[in-house]
């Protein structure tokens, strides 16, 4: 899963209103959260849940606590009890399901089912399920699902990120998951300009908004150059050698690997990382947008290896042009 949309998400779990049930505590735990003084707030709930192990929302809190803090696997265990004490709560289930999809669970997918069932209109279920279905190739389904979340919650920034990484990866490739007619694809890349645009205006100073804002300028080029009549065609992963008079193709003389990280093997993850990659007429590489992610940092190893590519441009006429390739950077656990 995309950390970039993920880290997005946070913000929305970890700082819910706060009313438990010992009002010192409360204060006290309280000041410490909206500090981000996490472990100064589990240590606060931890003494709560001690006095009382039937109190959910200690627990529910405990959980966002250690999630803040960056502990999944104690952030699983507190939601589990909260979960169990408080059995009709949707929003301690999507919470849950939240970390199970950092942690590449499929049980998040149980999870955020069951808490819609609960609550229809639970932005944080409703997202989960949409992050799952892009992990999955499902665009379609994801799409569908970031637009549910802000008809139901228009500031909900992380949803937008995950509606434009939808479309810019329904537009790269051909088959039954693409959301528009092909006649219309350029359409797909608009909406994705304006819904990162949204996100950033949501989230102007989020985590890794240095990344975004890089990737909008690379979404207007991708646009700009899709929207020229003669690059309207099928994307092809193998381009056909080019058969026009006086036109030679890109060659490529270097292309360095993508090394693995310690997250994407913590959680297990395998597959590939597609980039649409701009390969300038001076040979300089200045725009690369992902368009099948993998998350976990993977991604961004992907963009660096991209961007140590030699080359020598393609040509027409004679003259140096810019082109577009699609690059893959594949993933296995052994």
Known sequence: ???????????????????????????????????????????????????NSQDGDAWYYLGLSYLGAGKEKEAVKALEKAVANKPTDADARASLAYVYLLRNDDKAVTL??????????????????GVRSIRDGFYSAAYERAKKVVEIDANHAPAYLLKSQA?????????????????????????AVL?????????????EIDFHRKSLESLKFFLEYYGRPENQGPMDLE??????????????????????TEQ?????ISGTVRLLVGFSA???IKHILV????????????????QQIKFQPATKDGKPISSVKTMEYSFAIY
Not at 112 to 129: F, G, I, M, Q
């Open 167 to 191: 479309l810019v990866s329904s537009f790269s490739i051909q088959s039954w998951t693409v959301i528009r007619p092909r006649s219309s694809r350029t359409e797909m890349l608009q909406e």
């Open 291 to 306: 368009v099948k992610s993998l998350g976990y940092g993977l991604d961004e190893k992907c963009i660096g290896a991209a």
């Open 112 to 129: 955020a089912t069951e808490a819609l069932r609960l609550s229809p209109k639970n932005t944080d279920a409703h997202y989960v399920l």
């Open 239 to 260: 381009p056909k050698p080019e058969i026009e008079t006086g036109r030679t193709p890109l060659k490529i003389f270097a292309n360095p690997r993508a090394t693995y």
């Open 1 to 51: 899963m995309n950390p970039l949309i993920l880290s997005a998400l946070i913000s929305l779990f970890l700082f819910p209103i706060v009313t438990l049930a010992q009002q010192t505590d409360g204060d006290l735990y309280l000041s410490h959260y909206q500090a981000r003084q996490y472990d100064k707030a589990v240590s606060v709930l931890k003494r709560v849940t001690k006095q």
């Open 195 to 207: 819904d990162l645009e949204k996100y950033i205006s949501l989230r102007p100073n989020g985590q």
């Open 264 to 268: 994407a093997r913590k959680a297990n």
């Open 282 to 284: 001076d040979s300089k």
